[in-house]
T-cell receptor, first 115, second 113 residues
Framework: AQSVTQLGSHVSVSEGALVLLRCNYS??????LFWYVQYPNQGLQLLLK??????LVKGINGFEAEFKKSETSFHLTKPSAHMSDAAEYFC?????????????FGKGTKLTVNP | NAGVMQNPRHLVRRRGQEARLRCSPM?????VYWYRQLPEEGLKFMVY????????ESGMPKERFSAEFPKEGPSILRIQQVVRGDSAAYFC???????????FGPGTRLTVL
């Protein structure tokens, strides 16, 4: 069964600083990988996803993530944090061609951006 | 194109009552997923439906919970005889099919008194 671990339930950065949110996964087969963002009292919005091909994936709002199979990681980064990036971020996996593309989520990381 | 709609956005029930949560998928989407988010937790998969069929209900509690996605109308998640532990945010997502992005609704926040 797949699982997702997000290191750090809370991350705080200064505006303009690098954002690094960590995600490690466990899966018996190469999974699809996702990062979602959730603003307070809203649903989830897809930031980016990795399925196959290039391991460095660029998403919306200047975020990117790199799939590292040897480290079973899919960390999310952004070079320069903006106040509007303050939200909760969820890493998720699914199994391709499994007949049910249910997403398995990590517990989330709350990002705070300080002025 | 309207996004995924969920109603009500907030629902308060007393212990023992029934809760009905509705999800209207995006236009053209025939696949619906329900997830539950408990406080300080990530989302947990509950059930995956296509029109008139339950495909995967491996995340559904064995009792009191049921889901449907009829040929016409929204998908319904039904919780009978609610208990305090059912208090959570319930999210619906829809997609056009396998290998397609899941789009999430704003959620229904259920509070059981």
């Amino acid at each position: 069964a797949q699982s997702v671990t997000q290191l750090g339930s809370h991350v705080s950065v200064s505006e303009g600083a690098l954002v690094l949110l960590r995600c490690n996964y466990s899966s018996s087969v190469p999974p699809y990988l996702f990062w979602y963002v959730q603003y307070p009292n809203q649903g989830l919005q897809l930031l980016l996803k990795y399925t196959t091909g290039a391991t460095l994936v660029k998403g919306i709002n200047g975020f990117e993530a790199e799939f590292k199979k040897s480290e079973t990681s899919f960390h999310l980064t952004k070079p320069s944090a903006h106040m509007s990036d303050a939200a909760e971020y969820f890493c998720a996996v699914s199994l391709p061609q499994g007949g049910s593309e249910k997403l398995v989520f990590g517990k989330g990381t709350k990002l705070t951006v300080n002025p | 194109n309207a996004g995924v709609m969920q109603n009500p956005r907030h629902l308060v029930r007393r212990r023992g009552q029934e809760a009905r949560l509705r999800c209207s998928p995006m236009k053209g989407h025939s696949h619906v997923y329900w997830y539950r988010q408990l406080p300080e937790e990530g989302l947990k998969f509950m059930v995956y439906l296509q029109k008139e069929n339950i495909i995967d209900e491996s995340g559904m509690p064995k009792e009191r919970f049921s889901a449907e996605f009829p040929k016409e109308g929204p998908s319904i998640l039904r919780i009978q005889q609610v208990v305090r532990g059912d208090s959570a945010a319930y999210f619906c997502a829809s997609s056009q099919g396998l290998d397609n992005e899941q789009f999430f609704g704003p959620g229904t926040r259920l509070t059981v008194l």
